[in-house]
């Protein structure tokens, strides 16, 4: 019986709490934080599966992680955007970007 | 070590933690930037250098600018829980329930699992010679799962049309009369980040041949040095597009798909590169995808079309 | 260990310690412009003293140079954020009557 490590332990909790506050929180961006929060705990996970190879860390999961946060940030770019105009259109036009 | 990197993954959790239930929504964000961060360091920690470079400018750094200036935009009232409210107390214990019993069965399986002998990155590192680059994690993106980052690149633009059809009508493009952009630092921060961030951006791209960068770092980090002009208001948002930016956006898929192409007939199969030019093409490739990439994510922070130096 | 190394570890745990200072400030002190006092100062302080200490660790001008730029680039970057977040506090001070 091998101490855990503690990244895995993060990693878990990293997707538990993804898990929960996407079915808890109803506000929009709350829940695209939770979706991102789930996200971070794959990446972790799959880091910590890269560094099992012997003779390095394993390229391949490093770069499915790297292509994951691009992927992350376009698709929570496009949700962020979904947000604004739903948000925005329930209270009529108003002008600019700022309030 | 195990002490720091416990300390570590514990101040992750908490964060994470505190990003999901925080009271304010604006505390919410913030918290989710320093776990980006704090992420950053672990996976450093965790040998993924690239990984960390990445998670720090584009996880924590333009994803934490893009929350916060959705978060600047929404009408008052929509920026806190009172028209969405969290699940009545039953879901939430069920939830809760839920997600426990969900992270201890991962984390079992975390700890149970065991490495398997045949991993595909052992091939990739033992062919590596043949890739063109000395960088293990470059290799595979351009060289061996090459298709993976052609379609990548397509996804980001299509995130890139969807959020500019959906913000289109909400732009505002008249000059920004923005708070605290007429602080006479401004001009300081304007002038001497910007330059150092190209810099910086540009020798990523190089590095990621030999050591720790690539293009996504490297193009995250252009395309922060656009962010900080905006936010300085020496760019502004432009209702059209010039075609000298469109042909940017696309460089990247254009000319990955070129080189594909071209080595056709020589190679016998799409996007295999004869042996003596592999070098040059994955360089050339790398930079056109980086640049592809910081105008896509300066789009997206803009959401505009386009984007103009503003008349003063 | 050599002597250059009990320096670097002392410059180290000095760093530390002006880091903590300053996030004692920022937990403690009642409005943002002495929170922002707190953490420019001495976080910047320790930022060099932690810089100089690794700087020594590492025995070579080239790294020693690259963390000097390093640290004077987050001195610039701090003073910046920290004139903004100021001047944005006295701007909404002075519509708002709520205490700061």
């Known amino acids: 019986m091998t101490l855990p490590d503690p990244f895995a332990l993060a990693a878990a909790a990293l997707l538990a709490l993804g898990f929960y506050g996407f079915v808890v929180q109803r506000h929009p961006l709350r829940r695209l934080l939770a979706i991102n929060v789930f996200g971070n705990g794959v990446f972790m996970t799959l880091i910590l599966v890269a560094r099992w190879m012997p003779g390095g860390p394993d390229p391949i999961p490093h770069a499915m992680v790297l292509t994951g946060i691009v992927i992350a940030v376009s698709a929570t770019a496009m949700g962020l955007a979904l947000v604004r105009r739903d948000l925005r259109q329930g209270d009529g036009k108003d002008g600019g970007d700022r309030d | 070590m195990i002490l720091f990197d416990g300390v570590l993954a514990l101040l992750i959790v908490v964060l994470a933690w505190r990003c999901v239930t925080a009271g304010d929504l604006y505390l919410g964000i913030v918290v989710f930037i320093v776990m980006g961060l704090m992420l950053a360091l672990s996976w450093a920690r965790l040998d993924a250098p690239d990984l960390a470079l990445a998670e720090a400018a584009i996880g924590a750094g333009l994803l934490g600018v893009l929350l916060l200036s959705t978060w600047r935009a929404l009408p008052g009232h929509r920026r806190q829980d009172r028209d969405h409210p969290p699940a009545r107390k039953a879901v939430r214990w069920l939830a809760g329930v839920a997600s426990v019993a969900f992270g201890l069965v991962m984390a079992a399986l975390l700890h149970a699992l065991q490495p398997d002998e045949d991993a595909a990155g052992a091939l990739a590192l033992g062919r590596l010679t043949e890739a063109g680059v000395e960088q293990p994690v470059t290799a595979v993106l351009l060289n061996f799962r ?167 | 260990m050599s002597i250059s190394a009990w320096l670097a570890a002392l410059l180290i745990v000095a760093g530390t310690g002006f880091f903590f200072a300053g996030t004692m400030g920022l937990l403690r002190f009642p409005d943002v412009f002495s929170r922002l006092h707190a953490l420019t100062k001495a976080d910047n302080t320790g930022l060099g003293l932690v810089a100089a200490g690794v700087a020594l660790l590492h025995q070579s001008w080239r790294h020693a140079a690259l963390i000097t730029v390093i640290w004077l680039l987050a001195l610039a970057a701090s003073s910046i954020a920290c004139h903004l977040v100021a001047r944005d506090a006295l701007a909404r001070g002075e519509q708002r009557e709520e205490k700061p």
């Open chain 2, 146 to 312: 090459s298709y993976d980052t052609l379609l990548e690149m397509g996804v980001l633009l299509m995130a890139l049309i969807g959020a500019l059809l959906a913000r289109t009508p909400l732009a505002p493009y008249g000059a920004a009369t923005d708070d605290g952009t007429d602080s006479p630092l401004i001009p300081v921060l304007a002038t001497t980040f910007t330059p150092l961030l190209l810099l910086v951006g540009a020798f990523l791209v190089w590095a990621g041949a030999y050591g720790p960068g690539g293009a996504f770092q490297g193009g995250a980090v252009l395309g922060g040095a656009g962010v900080v002009l905006v936010l300085c208001n020496r760019l502004q948002g432009a209702p059209e597009a010039g075609i000298l930016l469109r042909l940017l956006l696309v460089l990247g898929v254009k000319v990955f798909i070129l080189a594909g192409l071209l080595m056709l007939p020589l190679e016998g199969a799409f996007m295999a590169y004869p042996p003596g030019l592999t070098y040059p093409i994955m360089i050339a490739i790398e930079f056109c995808l980086a640049t592809s990439i910081a105008v896509s994510l300066l789009l997206l922070f803009t959401g505009t079309h386009g984007v103009r130096v503003p008349e003063r």
